[in-house]
T-cell receptor
Framework: EAQVTQNPRYLITVTGKKLTVTCSQN?????MSWYRQDPGLGLRQIYY???????DKGDVPEGYKVSRKEKRNFPLILESPSPNQTSLYFC?????????????????FGSGTRLTVV | DQQVKQNSPSLSVQEGRISILNCDYT??????FLWYKKYPAEGPTFLIS?????DKNEDGRFTVFLNKSAKHLSLHIVPSQPGDSAVYFC???????????FGTGTRLLVSP
């Protein structure tokens, strides 16, 4: 089954304790991205990757790191989490980052990781 | 700067009636628009899309309309069903954008 798998689904941690949220896709997609969803703000992009070893900042990258050492994996790293990073996080993948005219390209999303930083 | 806006946080509709969800955008470089549906505890899933070369796209009960001059798109669901109750996000993409830009979402509740 084609899917994006995120782990863990739920995580409660304390301020300053490093954590990693994993993301893996089995569709051989070039493009992967992390979004966070917050009430009233919708989905905002944190980081994205166009291919292996190619990553770039999204709209809200502060406090996050990513790596893309393999095509299928795109972990999100919080080196020193803070309470304002409490959010619902989604990993997404796509053949390409920008949907083309006339195509039905969209993103395939993971099921989400609900992170609480106390 | 919210480039894609969904001004209605919520919408309630009776089963069998039409649901109309609206989305406005500000960037004229956007040329492709999508709607995603999100159930609780799940990730968003692709619903329907439209290219800027069209003004309408249908897929079963779902139709998306695009008004480029007004920078406005809408999603029509006819007839609405209780299973359509979810949060709906519109998203846009365009030249120079290596990502989808999402709106804030509209929570649709379809009551029996």
């Amino acid at each position: 089954e084609a899917q994006v798998t995120q782990n863990p689904r739920y995580l409660i941690t304390v301020t300053g304790k490093k954590l990693t949220v994993t993301c893996s896709q089995n569709m051989n997609h070039e493009y992967m991205s992390w979004y966070r969803q917050d009430p009233g703000l919708g989905l905002r992009q944190i980081y994205y990757s166009m291919n292996v070893e190619v990553t770039d900042k999204g709209d809200v990258p502060e406090g996050y790191k990513v790596s893309r050492k393999e095509k299928r994996n795109f972990p999100l790293i919080l080196e020193s989490p803070s309470p304002n990073q409490t959010s619902l996080y989604f990993c997404a993948s796509s053949l390409i980052g920008r949907p083309s005219k006339g195509s039905r390209y969209g993103y395939t999303f993971g099921s989400g990781t609900r992170l609480t930083v106390v | 700067d919210q480039q894609v806006k969904q001004n209605s946080p919520s919408l309630s509709v009776q089963e069998g009636r039409i649901s109309i969800l609206n989305c406005d955008y500000t960037n004229s470089m956007f040329d492709y628009f999508l709607w995603y549906k999100k159930y609780p505890a799940e990730g968003p899933t692709f619903l329907i899309s439209i290219s800027s070369i069209k003004d309408k796209n249908e897929d079963g009960r779902f139709t998306v309309f695009l008004n480029k001059s007004a920078k406005h798109l809408s999603l029509h669901i006819v007839p609405s069903q209780p299973g359509d109750s979810a949060v709906y996000f519109c998203a846009a993409s365009g030249t120079g954008f290596q990502k989808l830009v999402f709106g804030t979402g509209t929570r649709l509740l379809v009551s029996p």
